[in-house]
């Protein structure tokens, strides 16, 4: 699959499957992440691969947005290092960005759990708290968000997307 191809059938997979994925795509897909670039080759976001199904269980408490993680049969957790690079939000995105095509690519679903919110501080802590506690993550990460991994129970239907001329302008906006 090249890569045009899987943004274009890259969907959100909020129901998967009760089937585990191989180790070695879930390496593939940690592969995606960690060769994705970053501002000034600064190693300002980490990932965290988690397959321990009690663990798993308790991220999915870290929003009541994630019942699907639940369902997954892996997560991986992005982490960022503002002490490293003002980039952090952007590398980490990157990555992530990075990791879901991959993941298209081999045929495996994600579901995409933000934790950190920049709107509200106080709601960002608490749910970065329980990230943090739950995989002993040092006070000085910042976490991004967590991806839900596994195979799909049915596939999404296409999204309706605004017309390009709504988003893409040239030479200048409008």
Do not use: C, H
């Amino acid at each position: 699959m090249d890569v045009l191809k899987a943004i274009q059938t890259r969907r959100e997979i909020t129901s998967f499957k009760n089937t585990p994925v191989p180790n070695d795509i879930l390496e593939s897909i940690l592969d995606a992440g960690y060769l994705a670039p970053t501002g000034n080759n600064l190693p300002s976001r980490e990932l965290i691969l988690v397959t321990n199904r009690e663990k798993i269980d308790t991220l999915e408490k870290t929003t009541p947005y994630m019942k699907w993680l639940n369902e997954a049969s892996a997560a991986v957790v992005i982490t960022g290092r503002p002490d490293v690079s003002k980039y952090w939000i952007q590398d980490g995105s990157i990555s992530s960005s990075f990791m879901w095509l991959r993941a298209t690519e081999l045929e495996v679903g994600v579901g995409f759990g933000a934790v950190y919110n920049f709107e509200d501080e106080k709601e960002s802590f608490k749910r970065e708290q329980w990230v943090r506690s739950s995989l002993n993550i040092p006070e000085d990460r910042r976490i991004l968000a967590i991806f839900g991994i596994g195979y799909p129970e049915n596939k999404p239907k296409d999204k309706k997307l605004p017309s390009r001329e709504e988003i893409i302008y040239y030479e200048s906006f409008k």
